[in-house]
């Protein structure tokens, strides 16, 4: 169990109601961010969904909580879902479930993986195979 | 094109695939994953969801300290608008659930055998069979020692006969990239025949 001392209490409520009793502060911490959600509202992000940061609104836009921040700093340059996760050191789920409020804030761009059928692309494995020779 | 205009919308980020690489405990996932990335292996760490605690209770599993699961990923940047990443899956076999996602949209996979203890990819390898995923099996030397033939390994672990069964050492770059060349040649290979497994 993780030293608690600095805890205040009325966290450590709302913590273990999250976690269903669990000891791991660590872990529970991130879904307060969320308001307490688990489950992005939709699909889009897999974890090697790219997202950009889209230009700021005109007058700014609706204020951000703090990690809706840092992730737009961090997305300034296309990034996937799961670099972004690990930079922030956050689980991939509550970084899924941040992303969908920007993105309903028109505050993010993302690009869905390329498409994999069965049906391969031959000139995408030809890229993919030309990239592993130069490795 | 710049960043600062409406065009953003299509300013191309580059396009992303990826390939699992996948077995059993503690068989050199990492390993393969840090040779040929570009990147160190980057770790994120996932509180098991409520749905995979209920799918532990269920095998019995009482291991109850272990609330996350970490995932290790690599990148290879295959050209200006062409992403890999490969992605090491949980090891532990009740994380299986976490595989269903990982597997979607995957080109392929490579599962990574020990032969002092092939069972733990057999997990691994019945996964991507009963998908029809795609997957070479690499069979990694400890020490670089290789003490099997590929067709026995291929004969323990009940292969078919064009299963690919390739002797690498995870932590030698140029050996983990014949592994993953050999998975794509496959791919294209199966491609170029026209005779494509349905999707998963």
């Known amino acids: 169990m993780p030293p608690r001392g600095a805890v205040p209490s009325a966290r450590r409520t709302a913590a273990s109601e999250v976690s269903g009793g669990d000891t791991a502060g660590r872990l529970v911490r991130p879904f307060t961010l969320t308001g307490g959600r688990t489950q992005p509202e939709r699909g889009d992000f897999t974890l090697i969904t790219m997202v950009t940061a889209a230009p700021p609104p005109p007058g700014g836009g609706a204020r951000l909580q703090p990690e809706h921040t840092r992730i737009l700093r961090l997305c300034r340059e296309p990034v996937v879902v799961a670099e972004l996760a690990t930079r922030l050191d956050l689980p991939v789920s509550v970084v899924s479930i941040l992303l969908c409020d920007l993105l309903a804030a028109e505050r993010i761009v993302v690009q869905p993986p390329r498409a994999v059928s069965r049906t391969l692309d031959l000139e995408l494995l030809q890229k993919v195979r030309q990239g592993l020779d130069r490795l | 094109m710049t960043g600062s205009d409406a065009t953003l919308q299509k300013v191309s980020a580059p396009d992303t695939v990826k390939i699992l690489i996948a077995g059993g405990f503690g068989v050199g996932k990492t390993t393969m994953v840090g040779s040929v990335s570009e990147i160190v292996p980057l770790r994120t760490e996932e509180p098991l969801t409520t749905a995979g605690l209920g799918i532990d209770d269920l095998n019995g599993i009482e291991e109850k300290k272990a609330t996350t699961v970490a995932l290790d990923f690599g990148r290879i940047t295959v050209s200006q608008d062409l992403v890999l990443y490969l992605f090491g899956t949980p090891g532990q076999q009740r994380f299986w659930f976490m595989w269903n996602d990982l597997a979607v949209g995957a080109l392929g996979a490579v599962v990574l055998v020990d032969v002092r203890r092939p069972e733990s990819s057999f997990a691994a390898i019945d996964f991507f069979e009963r998908r029809k995923i795609p997957f070479v099996i690499g069979v990694n030397g400890f020490y670089g020692e290789h003490p099997y033939e590929p067709e026995e ?35 294209i290979a199966t491609t170029a025949r026209g005779s494509h497994p349905s999707p998963p």
């Not at chain 2, 292969?159 to 060349?181: F, H, M, T």
């Open chain 2, 153 to 187: 390994i291929r004969e323990s672990l009940a292969l078919p006969e064009d299963a690919q069964v390739l002797l690498c050492d995870a932590r030698e770059r140029g050996s983990c990239r014949d592994v993953l060349i050999a998975l794509i040649d496959q791919l």
